[in-house]
Nanobody
Framework: QVQLVESGGGLVQAGGSLSLSCAAS??????MGWYRQAPGKQRELVAR???????SYADSVKGRFTISRDNSKNTVYLQMNSLKPEDTAVYYC???????????WGKGTLVTVSS
């Protein structure tokens, strides 16, 4: 069983920055990532990072968001710069258990970008 605790998020003006973090506990973790879900839309992948540090991003956030992780702390971070109103969404942390391959989800944290 994996537990994920997210922190960060909040309200920011367009062009501003926010940072999210997510700490995993309970099991060894493989890949970690951030997803988001805007009102009326499906959940989408924002960024993903493997245990080896390989990253991938949605086209909409490339060059603005940076995902990183600290394996010693089982923690993943998302630095969000140059935020746009369309980045407004609930952001969910995701982690894949190394032992079972099952995905786990955090409860989500709201990011609101005002224009």
């Amino acid at each position: 069983q994996v537990q994920l605790v997210e922190s960060g998020g909040g309200l920011v003006q367009a062009g501003g920055s926010l940072s999210l973090s997510c700490a995993a506990s309970g099991s060894r973790i493989n890949a970690m990532g951030w997803y988001r879900q805007a009102p009326g839309k499906q959940r989408e992948l924002v960024a993903r990072i493997t245990s080896g540090g390989s990253t991938s991003y949605a086209d909409s956030v490339k060059g603005r968001f940076t995902i990183s992780r600290d394996n010693s702390k089982n923690t993943v971070y998302l630095q969000m710069n140059s935020l746009k109103p369309e980045d407004t969404a609930v952001y969910y942390c995701s982690a894949i258990s190394f032992h079972t391959g099952m995905p786990y989800w955090g409860k989500g944290t709201l990011v609101t970008v005002s224009s």
